[in-house]
């Protein structure tokens, strides 16, 4: 094997790394084409680190300009046989070994210092400042990390990051590696696993392909995926079979979905066996299997259901949660009787105030919000949603001495919130749901936070609530506030699984005012009057100042025209970062016209490189002080400065702002002009370039100009609420850039909003109790 030391991160991400290195030893075994033998390239999957070398072993391969590079199959971590090597692994590696006591180790030691460690423990004794804990705190973080080795040393091939192996160490100790050959499946439980990667160590292992363990949690995988990746909360019960059967015999996503079509074609259901023969694929584990560990699951609880819908435990009991608080809540007593007179007279009172005059759709929608435990508002862009909940607030605080600090206002984005903050006014603050609850991790049932109990409680961006947030939020508000739902049904479903606008609205149980006057900008604006248009399935969109199309033909000229406009409207508009988004449908690499390739045309365009700005990089995506990113994970831990001096944790998928520093070790971000985020390196997939954003992560912003690509290329994600939902996004000014005939193809198509979820009819089952 060749012995390597990293000298340089060209690549890293989830395990996988490209790496400049020294050569330490091994050169001999360098074949001669390879050229210079003091310094190769390796990549695969192995750890990374300056202070502990490799030695590595695999294939050689030649790209394009020549140069060869080892693809590494197995590796073994060395510790470095020269003093500096030594203090550098035991500073970096060794919890309670700083680089002062190191030093001071490696002194006393020489270059016997592991073995030291390793046979003779007590003698480290004898250096000053080393007590009798401290050095037991040593050799327990020295013996973890030596055990943990060979269990990297076999799981890196697999793709699984330093990380996730310290997490598998810290859930099964020494029994780790024996667990992992073993029992495989056991690794699903470990945060950031899942069944595919226990599937490849299981195969590896030669585990019986109908081992009950690898069946049910195959099962299970399959409503995790349909919840993460569809946003179901549950599928029907043979559907589940028959994906998990594909599943578990080896075939694809896209078999089934041949299977699927092949047997709706042909009127009939396709024996599943004959199916995979067809394909030449084996069965190895039988439909019959799939149904009993099924059942195996539903007597352990781990998959609960009924109407023929199997449900992942968690997701069936807070939906039938939010369906029964949702009834509960609908049962009490209204708290407050709204007299008609004095109603009348506040409205009166409140029109005079304010100059404006409210629809009677609005003035029913005050009162409804202020006569009942929950309600929900809802209605397009520029009907006046915001107009009503100051309204609301203004009306509570005069009838029934409502005040600021007695009312919550909520949303489920950081952006979400600060808009509602900026549009209410008057003393009110919005925060996020995450926030007010103090949510510290994806799926935490008991929020750090104390219940709600505010006199009034008001969600707005409605839509995008999934079904674990909303379940968050009314488990943990008082049954004696009164809670204010607001949002547009016509937009995307959530990101995470459920679709709770949609199913509320659907139970016809809450109190439901729907705004369909257009007020803002005016009744001319086109850019509401194109959403009504959207709405209604016409594709006859008007085109004029406020609202434009430009046809280009393909990707190239779409990605070129839209870099033109994004400068003239900084330059000549005089519009800032902020003002200007382009939302599009597509984010993947290699689509000119998509996010990920748009933001680097536009960084370039925007932000170029210079010798005064600081950057760093992450594979071909290259970061700099000055740009505009987007926070595209929840981070629960990281914690934030305001601008005011005020310490907080926490920054949330979809939170935007610009990087204003960079050093060896952070990125310091100044999220959404108000609170400023030391990055570390280690977590820079955690930050994307946001010049270019998809049209989902644009969800509660609200930007002064949107620019939307809209290309048949795209035609898997063009949907009628995705162009619906990037329109309203925009206040002033929308231009869509593109063809014709993908703008008529995405407003006919409706069909993204089909998500499975029961909780409408679970409402009304308990509405019936």
């Not at 409210?358 to 409804?368: H, P, S």
Request: aromatic fraction near 8%; glycine fraction near 6%; charged fraction near 25%.
């Amino acid at each position: 094997m060749i012995e390597v030391k990293i000298t340089y991160e060209v690549f890293s991400k989830d395990g996988f790394s490209i790496c400049s290195c020294a050569v330490v030893s091994g050169a001999e075994e360098i074949p001669d084409f390879v050229g210079n033998k003091n310094s190769i390239k390796i990549k695969g999957n192995f750890p990374v680190s300056k202070n502990v070398n490799l030695k590595v072993d695999g294939r050689w391969e030649k790209y394009k300009t020549g140069e060869f590079t080892l693809i590494v199959d197995t590796f073994e971590e060395t510790i470095p046989k020269t003093i500096d090597g030594i203090i550098g692994y035991l500073s970096s590696c060794v919890s309670g070994i700083g680089e002062r006591t190191a030093k001071k180790i490696v002194r006393k030691f020489g270059l016997q210092t592991i073995d030291v460690l390793e046979n003779t423990p007590e003698m480290i004794l004898s250096v000053r400042g080393i007590s009798k804990k401290k050095l037991t705190d040593i050799v327990d973080s020295y013996q973890k990390t030596r055990a943990a080795s060979s269990l990297i040393s076999y799981l890196a091939p697999f793709g699984i990051s330093l990380n996730q192996c310290m997490k598998i160490h810290e859930a099964f100790g020494s029994e780790s590696l024996n667990t992992v050959l073993h029992n495989p499946f056991k690794l699903c439980s470990i945060d950031g696993l899942n069944f595919r990667i226990a599937d490849k160590i299981a195969k590896s292992v030669n585990l019986n392909a109908e081992d009950p363990l690898r069946v049910r949690e195959g099962l299970l995988y399959i409503l995790s995926e349909a919840s993460h990746d569809e946003g179901h909360m549950c599928l029907r019960q043979d559907i589940l079979v028959v994906r998990a059967y594909f599943l578990l015999n080896g075939a694809s996503r896209k078999d089934y979905n041949d299977y699927v079509k092949s047997s709706k074609n042909s009127g009939q259901i396709i024996p599943l066996k004959d199916y995979l023969e067809s394909m030449n694929i084996s069965e190895t584990v039988s439909e019959k299997r799939c149904k009993s560990e099924l059942c195996e699951l539903v007597k352990l609880k781990k998959i609960k259901g009924e109407n023929k819908f199997a449900y992942l435990d968690y997701n069936y009991d807070r939906e039938k949660y939010i369906a029964k608080d949702i009834v509960t809540r609908l049962k009490l007593n209204k708290s407050v009787t709204v007299n008609e007179k004095q109603f009348t007279n506040e409205i009166d009172r409140l029109e005079k105030k304010s100059g404006i005059k409210l629809a009677t759709l609005q003035k029913d929608a005050v009162k409804t919000a202020l006569s009942e435990k929950i309600s929900i508002i809802t209605g397009g862009p520029g009907t006046g949603k915001t107009t009503v909940l100051k309204f609301i607030l203004s009306a509570a605080y005069d009838l029934f001495g409502v005040n600021p600090d007695e009312v919550t206002l909520l949303a489920p984005t950081g952006r979400a919130a600060s808009r509602m903050s900026e549009s209410v006014g008057n003393g009110y603050t919005a925060s996020t749901i995450h926030s007010k609850l103090q949510l510290a991790s994806e799926q935490e049932d008991n929020p750090a936070s104390d219940p709600i109990d505010s006199k009034i409680v008001v969600v707005d961006e409605l839509s995008m609530c999934d079904s674990y947030i909303f379940y968050m939020l009314m488990k943990y508000t008082s049954y004696s506030s009164k809670i204010i739902l607001i949002g547009d049904a016509e937009q995307l479903p959530s990101v995470a699984a459920g679709n709770v606008l949609f199913e509320l609205l659907k139970s016809k149980a809450v109190p439901v005012v729907r705004l369909s006057a257009v007020y803002r900008q005016g009744q001319q604006s086109l850019i509401v009057t194109n959403c009504e248009l959207i709405k209604h399935n016409s594709s006859e969109l008007r085109y004029g100042e406020d609202f434009s199309f430009i046809p280009t033909g393909n990707q190239v000229d779409t990605a070129n025209t839209i870099i033109s406009i994004y400068q003239s409207a900084l330059t000549v508009g005089g519009q800032t970062l902020d003002d200007i988004q382009v939302l599009c449908p597509f984010k993947k690499k290699g689509h000119e016209a998509g996010a990920y390739e748009l933001n680097k045309l536009l960084q370039a365009s925007v932000n170029p490189p210079s010798a005064s700005k600081r950057e760093v990089k992450r594979g071909s995506t290259v970061l700099r002080v000055g740009d505009k990113v987007m926070q595209i994970k929840n981070n629960y831990d990281i914690s934030y400065r305001t601008k005011n001096g005020d310490i907080g944790n926490g920054v949330y998928n979809g939170d935007c702002g610009y990087i204003t520093d960079i050093t060896a070790d952070y990125i310091t971000i100044l999220f959404d002009d108000s609170k400023y985020v030391n990055c570390d390196i280690s977590n820079i997939d955690e930050i994307d370039l946001a010049y270019a954003i998809s049209i989902h992560k644009s969800q509660g912003s609200q930007y002064k100009t949107v620019i939307i690509p809209m290309l048949m290329d795209y035609k898997i994600m063009l949907k009628r609420n995705l162009l619906y939902t990037a329109i309203s996004r925009a206040k002033e000014n929308v231009i869509i850039v593109g063809q014709s005939r993908a703008i008529a193809y995405a407003v006919h198509s409706n069909s993204i909003s089909k998500r499975n979820t029961l909780l409408a009819e679970q409402i009304n089952k308990y509405k019936g109790e």
